[in-house]
């Protein structure tokens, strides 16, 4: 299958997904207001999500970037998690956003909670945009959720197929995937 012809229906629209962006912004903002925050982005898939969140997040923030690879360029998850771009600063004492695109089997959630649990931060408050639960594969405590979607693969506002249809607007489903 080219990744180029995939057959997309839009899944989560634009509009829906603001609207969960600024849900999720004002309840983190009502929670860490006043209190020394870093959002920690988990490349590459949440960018834009997050880029759309922090900005919903009314208090003083610094960005951290944190880059894991779990699907090598397929559909399903390894179940193995690479860290290809390690956080930049230390989060000891601070409370830190942890912001996540979509939990699927869950392992790469909980692999990024230890990595960051293990350094020492003030407290830990976990994002996702998108959760699948019938796709757990471990148990996966998640604080704030955008989206509980069935377990089909989805692509678009940052998530991929084999690195394409990041830049669409929109959450779209696949099709015709075998
Ligand atoms: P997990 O470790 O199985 O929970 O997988 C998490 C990672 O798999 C996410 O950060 C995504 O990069 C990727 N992923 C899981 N489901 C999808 C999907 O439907 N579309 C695109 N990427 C996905």
Same mark, same amino acid.
């Given at each position: 299958m080219n990744a180029k012809n995939l057959d997309l229906q839009v899944y989560i629209s634009e509009e829906k997904i603001k609207k969960a962006v600024e849900r999720i912004g004002n309840d983190l903002t009502t929670k860490l207001k006043g209190k020394k925050v870093v959002a920690v982005c988990v490349l590459k898939g949440s960018f834009l999500f997050y880029s759309d969140l922090i900005r919903r997040i009314d208090t003083d923030i610094t960005c951290e970037f944190f880059g894991v690879s779990s699907y090598h360029g397929g559909? +399903? +998850? +390894?179940g193995e998690v690479k860290v290809t771009l390690d956080l930049s600063s230390p989060i000891e004492n601070q409370h830190v956003i942890l912001v996540e695109d979509i939990v699927d089997t869950g392992l790469t959630m909980n692999y990024l909670k230890k990595a960051i649990e293990s350094r020492n931060p003030a407290s830990l408050t976990t994002v996702t945009l998108l959760e699948k639960p019938d796709a757990l594969k471990v148990p996966c405590k998640l604080d704030y959720v955008g989206f509980q979607i069935s377990n089909e693969f989805v692509v678009g506002y940052g998530l991929d197929y084999q690195g394409y249809y990041r830049n669409l607007p929109y959450i779209a489903q696949v099709l015709n995937l075998q």
């Open positions: 559909t +399903s +998850s +390894s």
